[in-house]
């Protein structure tokens, strides 16, 4: 999936700074918190820079809109059960095992990531449609990985379903 980083602040043409994609991340963690407690409409872009304590001007510097930082929600969430499971994959684990860490990932993000996981599932329609058809086929390759998970059991006679 293609990554948003050419509106962070960049020191040079190889693109943005380790200290400017970290500044990304907390903007992005702290609207994420706000789109939770005030919801994504009720959210403005002056709250976003209040709650990542900085100006509005400053803000802009790193993140153009509240659509780039859905977009970012949704980059951030998808790429991480998508590297966790193939970490988890690349140890040979079963697939009970596999689909436990699955589960178990969704469910740590629900946790540890309110915002973000409500923002996920509650405003994807409201990005641009390019944008929503590049994360369409990152979030169909994770229920792929599930669902392939799931459809190998029911092959193997372990599960038993009509629908995976």
Not at 130 to 154: C, H, W
């Amino acid at each position: 999936m293609r990554k948003v980083t050419d509106t962070a602040v960049a020191s040079s043409e190889r693109g943005p700074t380790q200290a400017a994609e970290q500044r990304v991340r907390e903007i992005v963690h702290e609207a994420a918190k706000l789109f939770d407690r005030v919801g994504y409409h009720n959210t403005n872009m002056e709250m976003v820079a209040q709650a990542a304590n900085m100006r509005k001007p400053t803000l802009y510097h790193y993140i153009k809109s509240k659509e780039e930082i859905l977009l970012r929600i949704h980059q951030t969430l998808l790429d991480d059960l998508i590297a966790r499971h193939k970490e988890k994959a690349a140890q040979g684990l079963s697939r009970e095992e596999l689909l436990l860490g699955n589960i178990t990932d969704i469910l740590g993000h629900i946790a540890r990531n309110r915002g973000y996981v409500r923002a996920f599932l509650e405003h994807y329609r409201e990005l641009d449609p390019a944008i929503r058809k590049e994360i369409s086929v990152a979030r169909q390759a994770y229920f792929k990985i599930v669902t392939d998970l799931i459809a190998d059991g029911v092959a193997a006679g372990e599960y038993h379903t009509d629908d995976v």
